[in-house]
């Protein structure tokens, strides 16, 4: 995690469809192994955006949008981020056609590019390898026998709880730190693998500082984990919490 892995990153010359790893209602995860020029081989995750439902798809379409769950609060979760040209800005406060194409760029870039801005803060993500055609590749968090289990599957005896926690406080604080809350932090956008906790699903993270509901998005996703490991006997005030981060932010 703290150094770039080179090779990860490096044109794969084949790469093998190992199957769906995990289909939810946003996003469905592929592991697929890629083969570098030497010979040597790694495994990918590959999360492709999907739309929400068939009924939808054709009006979905027409938008341009292929998420229409996460496009409905869209404009709220992306209220700050910059359209530099005032003509964009319009149109996206319009909600035109044009309007309405950038935000879906937006979206789907977005992810990737948060990741990116964590990893390189030292935030235990997947180091996010590449974008494209509505497709994020990362680091896969897993080995060959299994894929990581979200913290809320993962059965932790009370010092990985523990050990867990920490991860999540330090993690927490990297996040915010850098400007970034990640809006939708529960147990089930955590994994735990190889005795750490990793952080994933940022589609909807926001600009603490630019969007006017940061404040209330990093609010709410300390007291959601906060809520969970009180249930599994760690129990700490998220207020403390939530005024801790607030005073190492920025
Ligand atoms: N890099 C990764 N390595 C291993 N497993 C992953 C990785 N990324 C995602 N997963 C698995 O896929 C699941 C879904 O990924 P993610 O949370 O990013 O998408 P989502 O849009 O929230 O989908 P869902 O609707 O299923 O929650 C994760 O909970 C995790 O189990
Ligand atoms: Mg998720």
């Known amino acids: 995690m703290s150094t770039t892995p080179e090779w990860l990153v490096g044109d794969p010359v ?3 469809d190992l199957g769906i790893l995990r289909s939810g209602k946003e996003a469905q995860i592929d592991l697929i192994e890629r083969v570098g020029a030497d010979g040597r081989t790694c495994l990918v ?3 492709r955006y999907l739309p929400r439902s068939v009924s939808s798809k054709g009006q979905l379409e027409a938008m341009g949008v292929q998420r229409a769950s996460t496009f409905r609060h869209d404009v709220e979760y992306r209220e700050g981020r910059q359209f530099r040209k005032t003509r964009d800005r319009r149109a996206v406060e319009q909600m035109s056609t044009h309007g309405k194409k950038l935000l879906q760029d937006r979206w789907t870039n977005h992810e990737h590019d948060v990741m990116r801005t964590l990893w390189d803060a030292g935030c235990n993500v997947p180091y996010p390898i590449s974008f494209a055609d509505d497709r994020l590749d990362m680091e ?3 080995d060959q026998a299994q894929a ?3 913290l809320g599957r993962a059965r932790l005896d009370h010092d990985q709880l523990r050990a867990a926690w920490t991860d999540l406080l330090d993690g927490l604080h990297a996040i915010t730190a850098a400007g970034w809350a990640h809006g939708d932090l529960s147990a089930y956008n955590l994994l735990w693998w190889d005795e750490r906790l990793w952080f994933i699903d940022f589609p909807q993270a926001v600009d603490i ?3 006017p509901n940061g404040i209330s ?3 709410r996703d300390v ?3 906060c809520t969970w490991f009180a249930r599994h006997g760690i129990t700490d005030d998220p207020e403390e919490v939530f005024a801790d981060l607030l005073d190492h932010w920025g």
Do not use: M, T
């Open 14 to 16: 084949a790469e093998h």
């Open 45 to 47: 995750a590959r999360k």
């Open 140 to 142: 896969y968090v897993g």
């Open 148 to 150: 990581a289990p979200q």
């Open 209 to 211: 500082a630019a969007n």
């Open 217 to 219: 998005f990093l609010h």
């Open 223 to 225: 007291v959601n984990v």
